[in-house]
Structures are given as structure tokens and as C-alpha cells.
């Protein structure tokens, strides 16, 4: 039995290179085995658009394998293309997310940033982190979380919470801010895109409490040329608070 993975376009691209792979296997198998004998292969093929559950898609992969042997088809695929299973896993992420932020679960966590040069330095600056803690139904990975709010077109919900809490903190730990070299946060293209997300900054500025140049906005090199308008015009605008990037 063999596990093989391989990126494909859709379900129809991944049915022709099972085919192919099995038509290779076929080939090669024929001329190592004995005279009289026919070789045959089975393949069970799973296509996913994502690689969240890899072992139970594995596990359905070789089930869909064992039964193309049993039946003599060549390769057997899930004929859905797990649009069902997708659909339904995507709504279950939906929920979860409204759970986390309904219930405010968001943590945020600063790694000390320092130079290797002289570690034992004080931190440059912080960045920022964002953690979401286990419940007591679920442990919900962050990466994944992640992963799945930019497919659900949702990070940016996630960028004004961490600002949010992160606000909050400077304005409570005012007497510490000076000793901080700064705090440096991702923005993610929805952000970007989001007028709404520079006004809300803005707004926060002009409360008071805030000194900007403590902030640091990372942007992602692809996402700064996918949104190049809209980054242009975050930095134009925050610059002139004197925050930076």
C-alpha cells in the first residue's frame, strides 16, 4: 500500500494523474511479474481543497483503494469530490469562529524581538501573537483558525480584535510604554481592503492613549502587491501618525 499526495486543480486533474500513475504502476509491474500471471493495481482517490484532516482523508483514500481491488476497477474516487463534506466543514469553522469572538476567547501573546548579536539586550520591540486557549469542548489550533478566517474571508475581524486588546493594554500600562520599543501586528489583505479597519485606527488615535509610533503594521510582501492600492493608502494615511511598518 502506498500513501501519495500530490497538488492538483481539481477533482477531474486528480482522476487523470491517478489514472496515469496506475497505468505506470501497470507497466512496470508487467514486466517483473512471471509469465501467465496479470498484475493489477487499485487506486483510491481523494480530492480535497484543503489539508485539514490529511490522516482521515489517508484513511478514505485507502479504504476507496481496498474496494477498487475487491471490485477490479482501476481507480475509485470519491465521486462527491467532498463538496458535502467541505461545505459542512466550512460551516462548522464558520460557527466556531463566531463562538470565539461572541465569547472574546482571544489571547494575545508578545515574543520579544532582540538582536543576535547581543541577545541579552533589551527587545527592539514585541510582536504581537495571537493565541485563542483551549476550551473545554475544543482545542481550536490557531494556525488553523487562521488558515480558515482567510477562507471564510474573515481575518479581518480578527485584526480589529487584536488591535483592540492590544489598545487596551497600552492605555492601562501607560507608565510602562516608554520603556517599549514598540508592538508590531499583521494586517491581512481583508484588512486592507477595509476602509472601515483605517478609521477605526484613526478613531483609536484620536481618543487618546495611543502614541502610534509604538505601533509597528507587518504586511506580507505578497499581500502588499495584491493590494497595492489599498496598502499604499494604509501607509500614506498611519505614517502621518508616525506609526510604522
Known amino acids: 500500500t502506498l500513501a501519495w499526495s500530490q497538488i492538483s486543480e481539481s477533482h477531474d486533474s486528480a482522476y487523470a494523474k ?18 501467465g500471471a496479470q498484475p493489477h493495481t487499485a487506486i483510491g482517490l481523494v480530492w480535497r481543497d484543503d489539508c485539514f484532516q490529511a490522516e ?27 463538496t458535502t463534506q467541505q461545505a ?5 469553522w464558520s460557527l466556531t469562529l463566531d463562538e470565539i469572538l461572541a465569547e472574546d476567547r482571544l489571547e494575545l501573546i508578545c515574543h ?25 469542548e475544543r482545542l481550536v489550533p490557531t494556525g488553523e483558525l487562521i488558515t480558515m478566517a482567510e477562507r471564510l474571508g474573515r ?16 492605555r ?32 483609536e488615535f484620536a481618543q487618546g492613549g495611543i502614541p502610534a509610533n509604538k ?7 505578497a499581500v502588499a502587491v495584491e493590494e497595492h492600492a489599498h ?4 501607509l500614506r494615511q498611519l505614517r502621518r501618525y508616525g506609526c510604522r511598518f
Open 215 to 221: 505601533l509597528i503594521f507587518s504586511i506580507a510582501e
Open 155 to 170: 481575518c479581518g475581524e480578527f485584526d480589529r480584535r487584536v488591535l483592540r486588546h492590544l489598545f487596551h493594554w497600552m
Open 112 to 136: 520579544p524581538v532582540v538582536s543576535c548579536e547581543n541577545p541579552g539586550a533589551a527587545p527592539s520591540y514585541y510582536e504581537v501573537v495571537l493565541h485563542v486557549p483551549p476550551s473545554e
Open 56 to 82: 482521515a482523508y489517508c484513511d478514505l483514500a485507502r479504504t476507496l483503494g481496498s474496494r477498487a481491488l475487491e471490485s477490479g476497477e482501476r481507480v475509485l474516487r470519491d465521486e462527491d469530490g467532498g
Open 231 to 234: 496598502t499604499h493608502h494604509f
Open 172 to 203: 492601562a500600562h501607560a507608565d510602562r510604554l516608554a520603556d517599549i520599543g514598540g508592538f508590531a501586528c499583521k494586517i491581512s489583505a481583508q484588512a486592507l481592503a477595509d476602509p472601515a479597519f483605517l478609521n477605526d485606527i484613526v478613531s
Open 88 to 92: 459542512g466543514q466550512r460551516q462548522e
Open 18 to 35: 491517478a489514472s496515469a500513475l496506475q497505468m505506470f504502476l501497470v507497466d512496470k509491474l508487467r514486466a517483473a511479474t512471471p509469465p
